[in-house]
């Protein structure tokens, strides 16, 4: 008969803090190969990295109007490089698990700039899709193949607050981007911000080709050209990471980082129709400005709950005597995913509907940072959840979560304006309150069960020897 693995008996059973198996310390000599001033240098190129794909998003959304009237209907350009973006978040994070992570930046970078030269010079709809798709897919590598990177040079116990700084770093760009798309589209042209992710672009390319070193495992390393064999170039199904879902803790915190997530797009796409309205706000500059809020609370949020998780990871193992159990980081995002995200999507419908004036607009701030280290507290543990899981996967796993996230966002967004103008801004941050909270409730179950759902489906789990 089978144990009955549960908290205190868990699925992947510890090694001794100390170990003296040779295979244990090999993995532990990979992490030493990196300074701790080298690896801030590299954490600081990868987050830069990662900025760009969230101002190429969220500035080319303020600016669709201005296209439109230009250009004739853009909207098709929206969903195309949505989907763009998850399919090439897919393609890198496979590849770099074969050629590396710099390798993947140095081919990733120059279709980013590439593509945001040609939008900004596209006279066309039809040219205008085809260079935001090469400018979706070269900004599409920075989430998964920065946390992978992370994953290669971070130890278990530093894990979350490397993740943290590079999540809070990451997702400061949503919260800008429509701040420098509404400056640009308002005071200059939109064809302006596309020439400065051109430039931005070349200023992630070039310190990457100059300073970042490769971080995969140099045995799972593929060079090109450096045997015969290796001359032969391979094709690897990037939609084979997407069987990672079968994975019912990927599967479930995805959805849980989802039901997190979805309430910062709530709050922040009708943010023209809700509070610009009701406060009579129509400068598109002054509304880009209410995303700063959200931005500085990512900045704080993400750290905050990366250092967190890895403190609970060395308290509960120690408590457990040296055993380590998976979900354990998990318990960092509780108070985000139970109070600070439903309640700040909650309260700042209320708000919105029902206080006028200056102290309206002075609470909807509040409420947008709160939601900013909110989203943080749920997303940066869970992320390098995902890494200490799956740590030979780790940039796989975090694109097959993310194209999830993409694809149930990209359907729910688009959902968000008819049922403001149907029920209220009101009664719709309730209703993502209640959905936020069913992601808590998610968590927990993962938390008290996950490893009893790490056995009904093995996808090549991780254990204390190789992570």
Known sequence: MQPEHTEESPLLEAQPLVSTDPEVVKHELLYERFTPARKRVIVALISWAAVIPFL????????????????????????????????????????????????????????????????????????????????????????????????????????????????GASLFGPAIAPLCGGIATHYFSWRHAQWGLFIMGLCALVPVYLWLPETLDPERLRTWGATEEHKKPIFLNPFKSLALLRSPNILILSFAGTTALVTDFVLMIPLAYTIGKQYNITNEALIGAFFLPAGLGNIIGAPLAGRLSD?????????????????????????????????????????????????????????????????????????????????????????????????????????????????????????????????????????????????????????????
Request: positive net charge; proline residues 3%.
């Open 56 to 167: 190429a998003s969220g500035s080319f959304i303020p600016s669709i109007p201005e296209i439109a009237r230009e250009l004739g209907s853009t909207g098709e350009v929206v969903s195309l490089s949505l989907v763009t973006a998850s399919a090439g978040s897919l393609l890198w994070a496979t590849y770099s698990g074969s050629y590396g992570r710099r390798t993947v930046f140095l081919k990733s970078l120059p279709c980013l700039c590439i593509g945001s030269a040609g939008v900004a010079m596209s006279q066309t709809v039809p040219t205008l899709m085809l260079w935001r798709v090469i400018q979706a897919l070269g900004a599409s590598s920075g989430m998964s193949v920065g946390a992978g990177a992370i994953g290669d040079i971070y130890r278990l116990e530093e894990r979350g607050a490397a993740m943290g700084i590079f999540f």
């Open 311 to 467: 403190r609970v990871v060395v308290a509960w193992r120690k408590r457990r005597g040296g055993v380590w159990v998976p979900e354990d980081r998990l318990r960092a995002c509780l108070w985000g995913a139970g109070f600070c995200v439903p309640m700040s999507v909650l309260l700042s419908g209320l708000t919105t509907q029902y206080v006028p004036g200056t102290l309206g607009i002075v609470l909807n701030l509040v409420w947008l940072f709160m939601n900013g280290i909110g989203v943080d507290i749920v997303l940066s543990p869970s992320s390098a959840y995902y890494v200490d899981i799956l740590h030979s996967h780790s940039a796989e796993t975090m694109a097959a979560s993310g194209s999830f996230r993409a694809c149930v966002i990209a359907m729910i967004t688009a959902c968000i304006l008819p049922l403001i103008n149907t029920i209220g801004v009101a009664a719709t941050g309730a209703v993502f309150a209640a959905i936020a909270w069913l992601g808590f409730v998610l968590i927990l179950l993962t938390i008290k069960y996950g490893d009893r759902m790490r056995a009904w489906v093995d996808v090549g789990y991780s254990t204390a020897r190789d992570n």
